[in-house]
Structure formats: structure tokens, C-alpha cells
């Protein structure tokens, strides 16, 4: 028995972006945060609070009123003080699921998945995950349609909604990724671990300044950074009409002219995005779209399990 599960299991109505062979892939691996949470239920996370969980914090001395069975009585047959055992806090984990849902998730190359199609399947298992765990979920779309915000529950209702949620989601309208981001690093209140999906294709300084302040409310962030192979190596070999997703704007260009220059600035794009969110302790992931999903999400749950086992 996985100790990380509960023993009942989630059911939910099929949906075509979920499968049955990454979910009992990943069924044995925890969703985990790299920082402490605050939860109002029993869990399996480390929390900012002390309480009287199995494991030891630290000593701090007696005050009146304290609870005498959390007295240390070697310490005081030693010493003749009186110090009280302090343990940490688990608690329950709460991931808010952020997705980018503008028009320029509707690309797909040759592959022929769409950025928005994997994206809808890495936050789809994410939310199922954390709910069959015993933990949060929630689900927060961004774009010019976006549907109504689902903060994060625990319940099998709530993750059917997230998926049905999921299912009739279509990318459209221009990205509105930088407001949003500020807006839910406001709303979201408690810690939570907090995932954003999307291409980022937007400023890039305004966006390093909407992830700082997630991390500056001291969420868990963790960033998947979707890219297509046919923009990360741009072999493309005759003149084409380049048209932009979210605006009417297009360009007619021979490749080879461009190609060093837009691989040099593409290349920087990310690089700076990856060195900022190491900058400030953010969980950078780029994801070219012809992965396997199972292997993307299995390395992204073994990395961070790693990380809180060897604190």
C-alpha cells in the first residue's frame, strides 16, 4: 500500500486527454510541494505551523499553560530546565493548476497535438492526481474566454468539474497571462503549490516581475514552458507567410535570412526565463510538445520528491 494514497480511489467520467496508462504510471509517485504549506486537514506536507505530528523540530523553554505531555523530562533530569518538544505540522496541499488558454496554445506542428492539447493533459492528470492523493485542486484558465475560476477543493465532484471544465476549453483572443498572474498571486491566498502552463509569449520582463510576486506570497511555483520542435530549430526552407495568433499582424519572410537572428533571440527568451525562475527558487520546465506526457510529468514528480527527501 502506497502510503503517499489513500485507500479509496477517484472515479471520474472518461475524458479523451486522460489516460489510463500515465495515470497507473504515475499512481505510485506523490505530489509533493518544495516548501511548507498551511492546510486545514492531516497530510503529508510540511507546514509553516507547529503541531504534534511524529517528527521533531525543535526545543523551545516551558511557559505556563503548556501542555505537560510535551515536556521533555530527560532534558530536564539533565539540565534541571524545562523545555517543551516541538514537532512539525503536516498538512494537506493545495495545487492551483494556472493555464494558458490564448490563441497561440492552438499551434501545433508537426506533430499535430497542440501546445493546448498537452497542456490540457498535464494539468488534467495534475488536478487527478492531487485529489486521489487526498489533497486540493484547482483550476484557473486564462485567455479572453476564460471560464469561471474553480479554487482548489478536495472532493471527486470538484475534479469532475475541473475536467468537464477542461474538456470544452478551446485556446482563443490574445493572451491576457501578465494581469492574471498578478491578479491570482492576490487571490490566492493561502500557500499553495502553484503550476503554470503555457508558452509564455509575452514580455518578458513584465512576466519575471508576475512570478517573483507568486513567489513573493511564498506559493510552491512550478513553471512548464511548452514549445514546439518546429520553433525550437526553425527548418523551415522556402519563403512563408509567418501569421500571429492573437492579432491580425503576419509576415512574409525567407527563412534562411532570419533564422541565425530568431534562434539567437528565441534562444535568449528562455535561457533569461530559465536563469530568473533559478534566480528566485521557481521550478522551471521546458517541454517540447512530441514528448511523452508520463515521462514529462514522472520526471517533474521524481525531481521534487527528491528535493523535499534529501531536506
Known amino acids: 500500500m502506497n502510503p503517499w494514497l489513500p485507500e479509496a480511489r477517484v472515479e471520474t467520467k472518461p475524458h479523451s486527454f486522460l489516460d489510463a496508462a500515465v495515470l497507473a504510471q504515475l499512481a505510485h509517485l506523490p505530489l509533493v510541494s518544495r516548501f511548507a504549506m498551511e492546510g486545514s486537514v492531516s497530510g503529508h506536507h510540511k507546514s509553516p505551523h507547529r503541531g504534534s505530528s511524529v517528527e521533531f523540530a525543535e526545543y523551545r523553554s516551558y511557559v505556563p499553560g503548556d501542555d505537560l505531555r510535551r515536556l521533555d523530562w530527560r532534558v530536564l533530569g539533565r539540565t534541571d530546565r524545562y523545555y517543551m518538544k516541538e514537532f512539525e505540522a503536516d498538512t494537506n496541499l493545495r495545487c492551483c493548476l494556472i493555464l494558458d488558454a490564448s490563441a497561440s496554445m492552438a499551434f501545433a506542428g508537426k506533430s499535430g497535438a497542440s501546445k493546448f ?3 490540457r493533459q498535464i494539468a488534467g492528470t495534475l488536478a487527478y492526481l492531487a485529489v486521489q492523493q487526498g489533497d486540493a485542486a484547482g483550476l484557473y484558465c486564462v485567455g479572453e474566454q476564460a471560464p469561471p475560476e474553480l479554487p482548489p477543493r478536495r472532493n471527486p465532484a470538484h475534479l469532475q468539474e475541473i475536467l468537464s471544465t477542461l474538456e470544452t476549453l478551446a485556446p482563443q483572443g490574445p493572451t491576457t497571462l501578465l494581469q492574471s498572474l498578478h491578479d491570482l ?127
Do not use: W
Not at 245 to 270: G, I, K
Open 185 to 311: 498571486a492576490e487571490k490566492i491566498r493561502r500557500r499553495a503549490l502553484v503550476i503554470v502552463i503555457s508558452d509564455f509569449f509575452c514580455e518578458l520582463e513584465p512576466l519575471l516581475a508576475c512570478l517573483q510576486h507568486l513567489r513573493f506570497q511564498k506559493h510552491d511555483l512550478a513553471v512548464f514552458h511548452l514549445l514546439d520542435r518546429m520553433e525550437t530549430e526553425f527548418k523551415f526552407e522556402r519563403p512563408l507567410r509567418f501569421e500571429d495568433l492573437e492579432s491580425p499582424f503576419s509576415l512574409v519572410t525567407e527563412p534562411a535570412m532570419v533564422r541565425d537572428e530568431y534562434l539567437r533571440a528565441f534562444d535568449a527568451h528562455r535561457a533569461r526565463l530559465r536563469q530568473a525562475c533559478l534566480e528566485f527558487n521557481a521550478d522551471y520546465r521546458a517541454v517540447i510538445t512530441d514528448q511523452e506526457p508520463g515521462k514529462v510529468l514522472a520526471d517533474f514528480l521524481n525531481e521534487r520528491a527528491q528535493q523535499v527527501g534529501a531536506h
Open 117 to 119: 492539447a498537452f497542456a
